[in-house]
């Protein structure tokens, strides 16, 4: 064994030995540590509102929207429910195995990993171990080390509040997680980018362990005719400045029609104003980019179409300007990778069904909106557009509702979480079945013959 991986190995047995104990399978213990969590979090309020306010210049109320609402939600809906998740679940049994009954268990899968992105570095790792935690597992959480003042503060945290015996912090780069990852666990779900996803999967594979991948991609909005164009622009400019862009599920690209288009980027240059005044690159309201590497990618994709509003940058402080591009290329690098920055490309269709064909023809999105009042129009993109979450006449707001599972498909990621989705997911669904010695009924047992075929054809 490596020396660098000597101190994951014994992490690894010192939860693995937790896990055994039985310690984390009562209720007591699970609904103590959603306690925990929830109190981790009233009382640093103010603490991790300066660490995401020194890495990404969070505004105080977008921690609150983006990432406290949400973890308080997500431990009250677990908290309020856990016991009848946890509960086994009966199923009918059919004729053919009466007299019996079948049901099915949950039951956790051990130790898992989670591994959040610099995003929302709080929320990415605290919200997959709420369910892990209500499911029973042992959990280590690897934040990301891009987001390092936040990072910093949940390995100050996480021990501090919640059981030590039965969730690790492990704070490092590249080399710490790629030595993490030759570990086994028994589930991974991971944050972030796909070249990184497909490195984890990779890893995973080795020890047969399932993943959960929590990507992006490039998440469209239609703009329909009948739209009302005020509201969609105020939506659309809240979802794309949240956090300057750096959203997985910002809408990432607008489609709309060339009538309709000039009257889009006018009520989105009045919600500008409204919402930020008239110096937006300094908005104390606006977030920043989170590093110089992401800036400088960003700042490339001012080159690309024709800016309509915006622009402006500021090199040293990471700012980006809120910026409305037109003229865009289907080919052009900003609609060839997400854009993950406050960015927003406006391209013309001719209709409806040209639009659901530019979607169709791309990866699957994680998120997809859809503006209109037409029921037509509404049923026709929830039909055709296969995406992991779709929102109609708003953006992002589908994170509130915690029974809704959140997570991508195909290129977006695999696996849901959230509400009793994530319960589910950090749970193995261990079938059942119990049958009664009497009566027995011979028809499946040899020799076979006519009547037993007849018999069972009629309640097999
Ligand atoms: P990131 O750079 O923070 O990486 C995510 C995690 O991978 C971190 O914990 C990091 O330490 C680890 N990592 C990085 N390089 C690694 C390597 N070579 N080997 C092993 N581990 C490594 O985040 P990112 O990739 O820049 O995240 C941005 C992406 O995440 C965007 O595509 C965004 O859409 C997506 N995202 C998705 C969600 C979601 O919930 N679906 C949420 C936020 C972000």
Known sequence: MSDEAAPYKAMMEGLRACFESGLTRSLAWRSGQLDAMKRLLEENEEAIGQ???????????????????????????????LKRWSRPRRVRTPMVGQPGRSWVQ???????????????????????????????????????????????LMADLIPRYLDPHAVEVVQGGV?????????????????????????VMRAAAEHLTPVTLELGGKSPAVI???ADLK????????????????????PDYVLVTPEQRD?????????????????????????????????QRLKEYLNNGKVALGGQVDE?????????LVDVQPEDPVMSEEIFGPILPVLTVDDFDQALEFIRRRDKPLAAYLF?????????????????????????????????????????????YHGRAGFDRFSHLKSIMKRSRFPEITIRFPPYGPLKMRLLKLFG
Request: proline fraction near 5%.
């Open 224 to 226: 329909d005719r009948d």
């Open 263 to 295: 009257a889009l980027i006018q009520a989105m240059a009045a919600s500008l104003e409204e919402m930020y005044g008239s110096d937006r690159l300094n908005s104390i309201d606006y977030a920043k980019i989170i590093n110089q590497r992401h800036f």
């Open 175 to 199: 080399a710490e997680t790629t030595e993490l990852l030759k570990q086994r666990f028994d589930h991974i779900l991971y944050t972030g980018g796909a070249a990184v996803g497909r490195i």
């Open 316 to 324: 040293q402080a990471e700012r980006i300007e809120p910026t409305v």
């Open 51 to 81: 660490s995401l306010a020194s890495d990404l210049g969070k505004p105080a109320q977008e921690v609150l929207l983006g990432e406290l609402s949400l973890l308080y939600s997500e431990i009250r809906h677990a908290r309020r429910h």
């Open 231 to 250: 509201s969609a622009a105020r939506r659309l400019i809240w979802g794309k400045c949240l956090n300057a862009g750096q959203t997985c599920i910002a």
């Open 372 to 416: 209109t009042g037409n029921r037509q129009s509404e049923r026709r993109f929830v039909d055709q557009i296969s995406t992991g979450n779709l929102c109609i006449n708003d953006v992002l707001m589908f994170m509130s509702v915690p029974e809704l599972p959140f997570g991508g498909v195909g290129m977006s990621g695999m696996g849901q």
């Open 106 to 152: 949950p039951e956790p899968l051990g130790v898992v990993l989670i591994m959040g992105a610099w995003n929302y570095p709080v929320q990415l790792v605290l919200s997959p171990l709420i369910p892990a935690l209500a499911a029973g597992n042992c959990a280590v959480v690897k934040p990301s080390e891009i987001a390092a003042r936040t990072a910093d």
